[in-house]
T-cell receptor
Framework: DQQVKQNSPSLSVQEGRISILNCDYT??????FLWYKKYPAEGPTFLIS?????DKNEDGRFTVFLNKSAKHLSLHIVPSQPGDSAVYFC????????????FGTGTRLKVLA | KAGVTQTPRYLIKTRGQQVTLSCSPI?????VSWYQQTPGQGLQFLFE???????NKGNFPGRFSGRQFSNSRSEMNVSTLELGDSALYLC????????????FGEGSRLTVL
């Protein structure tokens, strides 16, 4: 049972436009949601997170929105840059005292120059 | 501050062999977790260790095992390798942050022939 789903395996966006990456989850007990970015031959790096008690968190060009009623979160990148081309994973965490993260399958973003 | 270090970076094994992967976490981090990444499956949680104790385990067969030493370094072992074990194995450590942000190593890419 995939508790965290990223239904779009890939996304192409023009440089300067907005990139929107989506993630759905099924477990309403998750406490935190995080986005990670992964370049080829590198480990994932943390991008931005949001607590389940909030509905928006912003960090520079990156904003994450959380819609708890729809069990949906999205990552907005504005403006998109070619260096943003990577695989993006959303992850959910139930802070039960152990760090067992549930990751989505990833969305490959390609920003076209 | 040194990051998470994983060795070896690449290795090739044949079916039936066993393999041991090593992970050195960020200094001061006591939680180490392991993930398997395969195309189309995202990052699958293997297990998490904290102070030499396994706190959580994912849905992998018993061929997958791990341990953590007193200096927080961790190893994972896969016995009786199968072709389907070919993957990128990622180690991550966690410090005392509110979101439990994971810091990943670059991974060990295992190919089973």
């Amino acid at each position: 049972d995939q508790q965290v789903k990223q239904n779009s395996p890939s996304l192409s966006v023009q440089e300067g436009r907005i990139s929107i990456l989506n993630c759905d989850y099924t477990n309403s007990m998750f406490d935190y949601f995080l986005w990670y970015k992964k370049y080829p031959a590198e480990g994932p790096t943390f991008l931005i997170s949001i607590s389940s008690i909030k509905d928006k968190n912003e960090d520079g060009r990156f904003t994450v929105f959380l819609n708890k009623s729809a069990k949906h979160l999205s990552l907005h990148i504005v403006p998109s840059q070619p260096g943003d081309s990577a695989v993006y994973f959303c992850a959910a965490l139930r802070n039960s005292g152990t760090y067992k993260y549930i990751f989505g399958t990833g969305t490959r973003l390609k920003v076209l120059a | 501050k040194a990051g998470v270090t994983q060795t070896p970076r690449y290795l090739i094994k044949t079916r039936g062999q066993q393999v041991t992967l090593s992970c050195s976490p960020i200094s001061g981090h006591r939680s180490v977790s392991w993930y398997q990444q395969t195309p189309g499956q995202g990052l699958q949680f293997l297990f998490e260790y904290f102070s030499e104790t396994q706190r959580n385990k994912g849905n992998f067969p018993g061929r997958f095992s791990g341990r953590q030493f007193s200096n927080s370094r961790s190893e994972m072992n896969v016995s009786t390798l199968e072709l389907g074990d070919s993957a990128l194995y990622l180690c991550a450590s966690t410090g005392r942050t509110g979101t439990g942000e994971l810091f990943f190593g670059e991974g060990s890419r295992l190919t089973v022939l």
